[in-house]
């Protein structure tokens, strides 16, 4: 006798939403129930085994591959699933939130995906989570061309043919949705949320324009995470009806641990995987994280000096094509955030160098596609692609077997030639205190100092400062030596605010949560208990 059908959570402490009723249907949330029992218990026991794998690497200040999975890594005969056509060129992917406007400006990018953010990009309130929905909906369905009421400017998509494939992200594993809950007061997960209304709604439609439900899965950090979400696919489409491997999912290799697992996650997915990401913000600020026990050799340099050509993140990269390949899988590589300037042409032609060298490295590397923050980076990163693509799809056949890479090779932090500087200080705090006051107000992706940043940002720079006084840095600043203290980043924190205000106006700094972002990066930088998410803390200050 099969379960009763549980009841379907309940929308607890929400103003109501124009045109809610076509995303929060009976029906959909009676889906989102059923993901919620079936899985948010497996959802639970994986947050506590990455607390237990968290104490381990405290304990041994080291990782390695895995000795119970070897033969999974040694075994050269399986392949996940072919892509299907609308994935097999990969070569540009735009990123944003799924607010109206991004939205079809993203499609009409001239990217050949769009990763349309639920997660790091997105500021969780309410209206940012059901609208988000809308405006796919609306965009599957052509409802979606507007005028913005501000500039008078009208937004409509191009024919179907021109428009980018949507590669959706939701949530990670560790952030729930406060206002949807079970019937014992319990929030859903809010990637379940995420991934639940989006495929209720969407994955048929999908299907009658020749595409599918495709996901990215961000914060992944063990194969049998990648295992979790699996059985949510096959749950979904059995439930649902749709044929096996319609779905498909690229991860992003964006925590340690999973670069230590990337044929295992390939493995668990192997039906319905698409690809491995490269995700530097993050992948930093997870080696921060699991390493601060670690001394002075897993210390970082300021952000800015950890290019993809360090050592170790050149390990990661190189083994994360050569895994992909070998595997059939695509390899996409990381963020260009640059936001092209309209007053220097100056800053532009030297960030647009950088971007261009940045990707024509990847793209000889062997990478498939890579991620721009902005529609005018698409034609640099395209070319790039082109010189090395032509008309190919994809260089899946490159399976890089020239790259060998070690365990050790992944956290030799302390080979890269770059030590942290007040400057790098100085400029974590003002990022950290800029992102923060835009997230709080429900922007997720904001343009900072000619870089579109999202929450990663916050992370890694947060992490930074706290890793740095917790290690005892030293900087040379103006002639002498200057340690790293919680007192000198108050005083720098101030020193920010005030300029804020100045540059603000006080009636604009009065409307905004400048105070609010300015105590809470000083918490999660300061507090001696290092906080794993800084979105926990800071989701329960959002509003909405």
Same mark, same amino acid.
């Given at each position: 006798?099969?379960?009763?059908?549980?009841?379907?959570?309940?929308?607890?402490?929400?103003?109501?939403?124009?045109?809610?009723?076509?995303? #929060?249907t009976?029906?959909?949330?009676?889906?989102?129930?059923?993901?919620?029992?079936?899985?948010?218990?497996? &959802?639970?026991?994986?947050?506590a @085994?990455?607390?237990?794998r968290?104490?381990?690497?405290?304990?041994?200040?080291?990782?390695?591959?895995?000795?119970?999975?070897?033969?999974?890594?040694?075994?050269?005969?399986?392949?996940?699933?072919?892509?299907?056509?609308?994935?097999?060129?990969?070569?540009?992917?735009?990123?944003?939130?799924?607010?109206?406007?991004?939205?079809?400006?993203?499609?009409?990018?001239?990217?050949?995906?769009?990763?349309?953010?639920?997660?790091?990009?997105?500021?969780?309130?309410?209206?940012?989570? $059901?609208l988000?929905? #809308?405006?796919? *909906?609306?965009?599957?369905?052509?409802?979606?061309?507007?005028?913005?009421?501000?500039?008078?400017?009208?937004?409509?998509?191009?024919?179907?043919?021109?428009?980018?494939? $949507?590669?959706?992200?939701?949530?990670?594993?560790?952030?729930?949705?406060?206002?949807?809950?079970?019937?014992?007061?319990?929030?859903?997960?809010?990637?379940?949320?995420?991934?639940?209304?989006?495929?209720?709604?969407?994955?048929?439609?999908?299907?009658?324009?020749?595409?599918?439900?495709?996901?990215?899965?961000?914060?992944?950090?063990?194969?049998?995470?990648?295992?979790?979400?699996?059985?949510?696919?096959?749950?979904?489409?059995?439930? #649902?009806?749709?044929?096996?491997?319609?779905?498909?999912?690229?991860?992003?290799?964006?925590?340690?641990?999973?670069a =230590?697992?990337?044929?295992?996650?390939?493995?668990?997915?192997?039906?319905?995987?698409s690809?491995?990401?490269?995700? @530097?913000?993050? =992948?930093?600020?997870?080696?921060?994280?699991?390493f601060?026990?670690?001394?002075?050799?897993?210390?970082?340099?300021?952000?800015?000096?950890?290019?993809?050509?360090?050592?170790f993140?050149?390990?990661?990269?190189?083994?994360?094509?050569?895994?992909?390949?070998?595997?059939?899988?695509?390899?996409?590589?990381?963020?260009?955030?640059?936001?092209?300037? &309209?007053?220097?042409?100056?800053?532009?032609?030297?960030?647009?160098?950088?971007?261009?060298?940045?990707?024509? &490295?990847?793209?000889?590397?062997?990478?498939?596609?890579?991620?721009?923050?902005?529609?005018?980076? $698409?034609?640099?990163?395209?070319?790039?692609?082109?010189?090395?693509? !032509?008309?190919?799809?994809?260089?899946?056949? @490159?399976?890089?077997?020239?790259?060998?890479?070690?365990?050790?090779?992944?956290?030799?932090?302390?080979?890269?030639?770059? @030590?942290?500087?007040?400057? !790098?200080?100085?400029?974590?705090?003002?990022?950290?205190?800029?992102?923060?006051?835009?997230?709080?107000?429900g922007?997720?992706?904001?343009?900072?100092?000619?870089?579109?940043?999202?929450?990663?940002?916050?992370?890694?720079?947060?992490s930074? *400062?706290? %890793?740095?006084?917790?290690?005892?840095?030293?900087?040379?600043?103006?002639?002498?030596?200057?340690?790293?203290?919680?007192?000198?980043?108050?005083?720098?924190?101030?020193?920010?605010?005030?300029? *804020?205000?100045?540059?603000?106006?006080?009636e604009?700094?009065?409307?905004?949560?400048?105070? %609010?972002?300015?105590?809470?990066?000083?918490?999660?930088?300061?507090?001696?208990? =290092?906080?794993?998410?800084?979105?926990?803390?800071?989701?329960?200050?959002?509003?909405?």
């Open positions: 006798m099969s379960a009763p059908a549980p009841s379907s959570p309940t929308v607890v402490d929400a103003e109501p939403l124009p045109r809610q009723e076509e995303v #929060l009976e029906a959909a949330l009676a889906f989102v129930a059923e993901l919620h029992r079936r899985f948010t218990p497996r &959802r639970d026991e994986l947050l @085994r990455r607390a237990e968290r104490a381990e690497i405290a304990r041994t200040s080291t990782l390695g591959f895995l000795p119970e999975t070897a033969a999974i890594r040694e075994d050269d005969s399986w392949k996940v699933a072919p892509a299907p056509a609308a994935l097999e060129d990969r070569r540009v992917e735009i990123t944003g939130p799924t607010d109206r406007r991004m939205t079809v400006n993203a499609l009409n990018s001239g990217a050949r995906v769009w990763l349309a953010d639920f997660e790091d990009a997105s500021a969780p309130t309410w209206e940012n989570v $059901v988000g929905q #809308l405006n796919l *909906i609306d965009a599957y369905t052509r409802n979606i061309d507007f005028t913005d009421p501000g500039s008078g400017k009208s937004y409509a998509l191009r024919p179907d043919a021109e428009l980018a494939t $949507v590669v959706m992200r939701p949530r990670g594993w560790h952030l729930d949705e406060r206002h949807l809950v079970d019937p014992d007061g319990t929030p859903v997960p809010g990637a379940l949320v995420d991934f639940g209304l989006y495929f209720f709604h969407n994955a048929r439609r999908l299907l009658d324009l020749g595409k599918g439900p495709y996901f990215y899965l961000p914060k992944t950090e063990s194969h049998l995470e990648a295992r979790l979400w699996n059985d949510v696919f096959v749950f979904a489409q059995d439930h #649902l009806g749709i044929p096996q491997g319609t779905v498909r999912a690229t991860v992003l290799i964006e925590t340690i641990t999973a =230590y697992e990337m044929d295992e996650i390939l493995y668990e997915l192997r039906d319905h995987a690809g491995l990401n490269a995700g @530097r913000w993050d =992948y930093l600020f997870s080696i921060i994280k699991n601060r026990d670690g001394g002075p050799k897993f210390v970082l340099p300021d952000r800015n000096a950890v290019t993809m050509t360090a050592p993140m050149r390990a990661y990269t190189e083994l994360l094509v050569r895994t992909c390949h070998k595997r059939g899988a695509h390899a996409i590589g990381g963020m260009a955030a640059f936001i092209p300037s &309209r007053r220097d042409e100056e800053v532009n032609r030297v960030a647009l160098e950088k971007v261009k060298a940045d990707k024509d &490295r990847e793209a000889a590397d062997g990478f498939d596609g890579s991620w721009v923050a902005h529609p005018d980076l $698409v034609p640099i990163a395209t070319a790039s692609f082109d010189a090395v693509l !032509g008309d190919r799809p994809n260089q899946k056949d @490159r399976l890089r077997e020239d790259v060998s890479v070690a365990a050790g090779d992944l956290i030799a932090v302390d080979s890269l030639d770059a @030590r942290p500087t007040y400057e !790098g200080l100085v400029n974590a705090v003002q990022v950290g205190i800029r992102y923060i006051e835009a997230w709080l107000r922007l997720g992706a904001v343009a900072i100092f000619n870089l579109m940043e999202d929450a990663a940002t916050a992370e890694i720079s947060r930074q *400062i706290w %890793q740095w006084i917790n290690a005892g840095v030293v900087f040379e600043h103006d002639g002498r030596t200057v340690a790293a203290t919680p007192e000198l980043t108050r005083e720098i924190a101030a020193r920010e605010l005030a300029d *804020i205000r100045a540059e603000t106006g006080e604009a700094f009065a409307a905004g949560r400048w105070q %609010q972002a300015h105590d809470l990066l000083l918490k999660v930088a300061l507090d001696e208990d =290092y906080t794993d998410f800084l979105t926990l803390p800071a989701y329960e200050q959002l509003r909405g």
